[in-house]
């Protein structure tokens, strides 16, 4: 029996919301010039995640008040508790993988006492005395192109024998699920992915994703289900050798 671990983003994924866009767009820094200038790179595949929050992130220095308001508008996604839940009896670790920021992550893990085995996102907070910090997770010192190397993470879990569960919505993703066993997608990944020819399973909610888990769990355990994959090359991210 092999073991199983699942990888979930968080923005549009657990999260009904992207809650970085919320704050995006709630605090204007999508207008500021450099923003609007590393958006059209990113949108042209010119430069990754990293470029893109080097420029937006240090705009949410001293609005610590005004990002805690904005999160209390976002929630989890339909089913995102049951799905915890379940991953809890089957003894799945859930990591939660993010290449947004840490502290809004945290604050609503916390507030709505979702437990996961591990959240891995960029060290961007305010410290206790309300002093911002700004940092990027990746640990990956190949890849120039993400803030968070979501691929790393995965490759990593890979290389120590666990069968990966991947599910996710946008362009982090993509490269993020590169080496993943089986993917749920939605939204922009699911377009990438059907677009690539990778095979994955669609979903809007968790229950979507339990209506699957559920009935075939011996397979997945097994490494049968359908929809397996081979590892595709996330191809913007490089590795050490
Ligand atoms: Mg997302
Ligand atoms: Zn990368």
């Known amino acids: 029996m092999q073991k199983i671990a699942v990888v979930t983003d968080f923005d549009g994924t657990l999260m009904e919301q992207d809650v970085g866009d919320v704050l995006m767009e709630g605090l204007g820094v999508l207008n500021e010039p450099q923003v609007v200038e590393a958006s059209r790179q990113f949108r042209e595949k010119k430069v990754g ?11 949410l220095a001293d609005r610590q008040e005004q990002v805690n308001k904005l999160i209390e508008s976002v929630h989890l996604r339909d089913g995102a508790r049951d799905f915890i839940d379940f991953c809890q ?6 990591t939660v993988l993010s290449d947004g920021m840490l502290y809004y992550i945290e604050q609503i893990l916390g507030r ?6 591990r959240v891995i996102g ?5 410290l206790e005395d309300g002093q911002f910090q700004f940092g990027v997770q990746n ?5 120039k192109w993400c803030g968070c190397c979501k691929a790393s993470v995965v490759k990593q879990l890979k290389e120590e024998g ?3 569960i991947y599910i996710g919505d946008g362009s982090s993703d993509y490269y993020g699920s590169g080496f993943a066993d089986w993917i749920f997608a939605r939204a922009s990944l699911a377009r990438y992915l059907k677009e690539e020819g990778t095979a994955y399973y669609p979903f809007e909610t968790f229950h979507d994703i339990l209506n699957i888990l ?16 081979q590892g595709r090359f996330p191809a913007a991210c490089k590795f050490p050798n």
């Open 89 to 94: 009896q089957k003894d799945v670790p859930v």
């Open 139 to 143: 640990t990956n010192p190949a890849c």
């Open 49 to 59: 995640s990293l470029a893109w929050i080097e420029a937006a992130y240090p705009n």
């Open 162 to 164: 666990w069968l990966v």
């Open 214 to 229: 559920r009935p075939a769990w011996d397979s997945f355990l097994s490494g049968t289900a359908t929809h397996r994959l």
């Open 112 to 117: 709505d006492q979702v437990i996961v085995d």
């Open 122 to 126: 960029n060290p961007i907070t305010y």
